[in-house]
């Protein structure tokens, strides 16, 4: 089983740049996420959705878009880069009581 | 909203000694709790939760967690660690099931 699956897994930008990190999960999960890893700060929500169409803000939004046209697939968007976007990015998809975890994408923005 | 604390950032511990990871939340209202792994270069995976039931939760590998309600904890245990086990170690508190808040994470090492 493929579960959550992420591209790329790993990404290097130039400040300004844009870019976009794709999820895809095959469990039929209404709920995706998207957080950032950080050293010393755990993961950090960025928005996550509640089911297809649908998009919510976490803790740490700005700088970030998402979209969700198809319930399978949440991607992640970067319109213009920063160095503080430096990251190590991870999706997830939920159902009740679990968190399903892809492997994680490092972005580095120069 | 909900926070959660894990005492220790680092834990290094000899090969077949025990350890426990501390983690405490803060909340007034029940939670789900979870333990989460992740492994060097790898995402995270889930060790045990607590959805309700007996307070003592059993999980892969060996390790166990007991929820503490009048103290707001749960702590991770293992009786006897392996070289394998080195790690970083989430905890995670849910109220509603489908939202997660996470610690900052523990690193344990386990030397041999």
């Known amino acids: 089983n493929a579960g959550v699956t992420q591209t790329p897994k790993f990404r290097v930008l130039k400040t300004g740049q844009s870019m976009t990190l794709l999820c895809a999960q095959d469990m039929n999960h209404e709920y995706m996420y998207w957080y950032r890893q950080d050293p010393g700060m755990g993961l950090r929500l960025i928005h996550y959705s509640v089911g297809e169409g649908t998009t919510a803000k976490g803790e740490v939004p700005d700088g970030y878009n998402v979209s969700r046209l198809k319930k399978q697939n949440f991607l992640l968007g970067l319109e213009s880069a920063a160095p503080s976007q430096t990251s190590v990015y991870f999706c997830a998809s939920s159902r009740v009581g679990e968190l399903f975890f892809g492997e994680g994408s490092r972005l580095t923005v120069l | 909203a909900q926070s959660v604390t894990q005492l220790d950032s680092q834990v290094p511990v000899f090969e077949e000694a025990p350890v426990e990871l501390r983690c405490n939340y803060s909340s007034s209202v029940s939670v789900y709790l979870f333990w989460y792994v992740q492994y060097p270069n790898q995402g995270l995976q889930l060790l045990l939760k607590y959805l309700s039931g007996s307070t003592l939760v059993k999980g892969i590998n060996g390790f166990e967690a007991e929820f503490n309600k009048s103290q707001t904890s749960f702590h991770l245990r293992k009786p006897s660690v392996h070289i394998s086990d080195t790690a970083e170690y989430f905890c995670?508190?849910?109220?509603?099931?489908?939202?997660?808040?996470f610690g900052t994470g523990t690193s344990l090492t386990v030397i041999p």
């Open positions: 995670a508190v849910s109220p509603t099931g489908n939202q997660f808040y």
